[in-house]
């Protein structure tokens, strides 16, 4: 990983703690252990299967203890200090630790699990893995506003846990994730991001496996190609090519594809990721500019299967925000939530200039200042 450090702990109540230094930190190797007096970690989730569209849906009962937008004073992000324990006992650069509530786990499937057909009352153990990783140690601030160095480190981070995450038995899929805003539906405000590892594929994996299916294994390849020179076209760098998509759903809505197939970020080199921490800090902070206030969005790493579909399914950025005007949000109401037909309240087109404009106020190094 270059010069970037990986340091690797754990936490009282067992929990993995992965401490990833930027290149040149002056932080010393050893951290402090974590002393809490932690509970046990929460059973296994159920999994049910949904006859209606054989999707699972994970029942966390756990979740609704987690923290809850707290002050300031006790984020749980923050490095801890005297009189004041945190999950995250040492200062840090970036700091990656399996979720005290998670979605998924902790217990990981073993050989033969099962999984169920489909069937009415249909349910198995919501095995997996869910990390939280935190930006940096500021409770303030954003992605966009790190230094280049410390992007560096989130995007070796990412690419890290993805291998690491994908390695795992029983996971069938990695995602890493950033909800950012109150509008999304934040619990810290905290800067900071998720990575799941699904006991499954995704529903909306398997809608683009069978697209791919339906239309050609050149179906990225051949979006890369058309948005390339369309009118929608944002950000074109040496490794990755930012564009509106055609059928935007959303009224900030971009995606961003690597020039060549690569089904992951584990799969991503040096220069790519190098490239990467600056053009993803150029976007979000262009979305940001399109009003006076931070905009909220969805910043959505989609990733190929871990056992199948990685010659078709090319990694790709897609970040999203429901904000369609300085104090509207478009809200998923009869038609998107209960057809799934979203209707789009801004052309593509118009969006896309839009963004055009806000990128050609942000340095060519993405360097801008906290929102």
């Known amino acids: ?52 569209t054989g999707e699972w849906i994970s029942i966390a009962a756990a979740r609704q203890d987690r923290t809850f937008l707290p002050p300031a004073e006790l984020d749980p992000l923050a490095p801890a200090a005297p009189g004041r324990p945190t999950e995250i006992p040492g200062d840090y650069d970036v700091a990656v630790f399996e979720n005290r509530f998670p979605s998924f786990g902790p217990d990981l499937a073993g050989p033969d699990t099962p999984i169920p057909n489909i069937g009415l009352g249909r349910s198995r153990p919501g095995f997996g893995r869910c990390e939280v990783i935190s930006f940096g140690p500021g409770s303030t601030g954003s992605l966009a506003s790190l230094g280049a160095p410390r992007m560096r480190t989130v995007i070796e981070a990412l690419a890290d ?38 006991p499954y594929v995704t529903p909306r994996t398997s809608a683009l496996l069978r697209s791919i299916a339906a239309y050609g294994p050149g179906l990225m390849a051949d979006i890369l190609r058309h948005e390339r020179t369309s009118p929608r076209l944002l950000l074109a760098g040496e490794h990755f090519t930012a564009f509106v998509p055609f059928a935007a759903r959303w009224p900030v809505e971009f995606h961003l594809l690597p ?108 360097t801008v200042s906290s929102p």
């Open 161 to 198: 846990r993805t291998a690491a995450l994908s390695a795992l038995p029983g996971i069938e899929q990695v995602f890493p994730f950033e909800n950012r805003g109150e509008a999304i539906g934040v619990t810290l405000h905290h800067p900071h991001g998720q990575v799941y590892g699904y």
């Open 1 to 52: 990983m270059s010069a970037i450090s990986k340091r690797v702990s754990r936490l009282s109540d067992g929990r993995e703690l992965i401490y990833y230094d930027d290149a040149g930190s002056t932080l010393p190797a050893d951290r402090p252990a974590d002393t809490r007096p932690l509970e046990s970690r929460p059973p296994v989730p159920e999994l049910r299967l949904d006859p209606l």
């Open 259 to 366: 020039h060549r197939h690569v089904p992951d970020l584990a799969a991503t080199t040096a220069a790519e990721r190098d490239e990467l921490a600056i053009s993803y800090r150029r976007l979000l902070a262009a979305i940001d500019l399109l009003y006076d206030t931070p905009t909220p969005y969805i910043a959505a790493w989609h990733q190929a299967p871990v056992r199948h579909g990685r010659d078709a399914v090319r990694l790709m950025l897609q970040v999203t925000s429901p904000r369609r005007a300085e104090a509207r949000l478009k809200f998923l109401a009869g038609s998107e939530s209960a057809m799934g037909a979203f209707i789009g309240d801004i052309p593509p087109e118009r969006a896309a200039a839009r963004l055009r404009e806000a990128l050609a106020a942000v340095p060519a190094d993405g």
